[in-house]
T-cell receptor
Framework: GQNIDQPTEMTATEGAIVQINCTYQ??????LFWYQQHAGEAPTFLSY??LDGLEEKGRFSSFLSRSKGYSYLLLKELQMKDSASYLC??????????WGAGTKLIIKP | GAVVSQHPSRVICKSGTSVKIECRSLDFQATTMFWYRQFPKQSLMLMAT?????????EQGVEKDKFLINHASLTLSTLTVTSAHPEDSSFYIC?????????????FGDGTRLSIL
């Protein structure tokens, strides 16, 4: 079966760095997406990785290792507004998105 | 950037009412749109995939006759919750993917919060 695993909840301090991991087992791979979802709102697109390596976009970076079925989202210089759920999703061989359950990130002052 | 508009943002209505939700891609054409449902503190659940000009593909356990989907153009898909009941109360979110490539991110509308009394 297809499976996406990410931690349920993480806590970090304002100004610090946090890494949210995602491991996956899917039938085929056409890329991995990270989304941010604030409570009561729809998800917003953060990043897309299809090749191995690190993609940097401002304070957010996303890493992919296809051989390990592994990705992480790195958030630097954390701000209170970064408190949200972070969703990992993998596009399988049929170009369907398989969603993880999301990681709730709590930022403390 | 890609923008998806979803309307209405909130609906409160009596049990037995049918509710129509619209999802529009504003600056791109979307052959495929997706309808999700999310209950409080739970993950996104895909309900159906809406294909322009053809029948929607429903996920297992989702009633086709209750959740009617129409994707009449490349920029508009609608979801109608027929004869809604309190257990249908949820956050409904649509997303659309730019038709220029399959490996494109899905862009989400702002969601519709449906409350059935």
């Amino acid at each position: 079966g297809q499976n996406i695993d990410q931690p349920t909840e993480m806590t970090a301090t304002e100004g610090a760095i946090v890494q949210i991991n995602c491991t996956y087992q899917t039938s085929g791979f056409n890329g991995l997406f990270w989304y941010q979802q604030h409570a009561g709102e729809a998800p917003t697109f953060l990043s897309y990785n299809v090749l191995d390596g690190l993609e940097e976009k401002g304070r957010f970076s996303s890493f992919l290792s296809r051989s390990k079925g592994y990705s992480y989202l790195l958030l630097k210089e954390l701000q209170m507004k970064d408190s949200a759920s972070y969703l990992c999703a993998v596009m399988d061989s049929n170009y369907q998105l398989i969603w993880g359950a999301g990681t709730k990130l709590i930022i403390k002052p | 950037g890609a923008v998806v508009s979803q309307h209405p943002s909130r609906v409160i209505c009596k049990s037995g009412t049918s509710v129509k939700i619209e999802c529009r891609s504003l600056d791109f054409q979307a052959t495929t749109m997706f309808w999700y449902r999310q209950f409080p503190k739970q993950s996104l659940m895909l309900m159906a995939t809406s294909n322009e000009g053809s029948k929607a593909t429903y996920e297992q356990g989702v009633e086709k006759d209750k959740f009617l989907i129409n994707h009449a153009s490349l920029t508009l898909s609608t979801l109608t919750v027929t004869s809604a009941h309190p257990e249908d109360s949820s956050f409904y979110i649509c997303s659309a993917r730019d038709q220029t490539g399959e490996a494109q991110p899905q862009h989400f509308g702002d969601g519709t919060r449906l409350s059935i009394l």
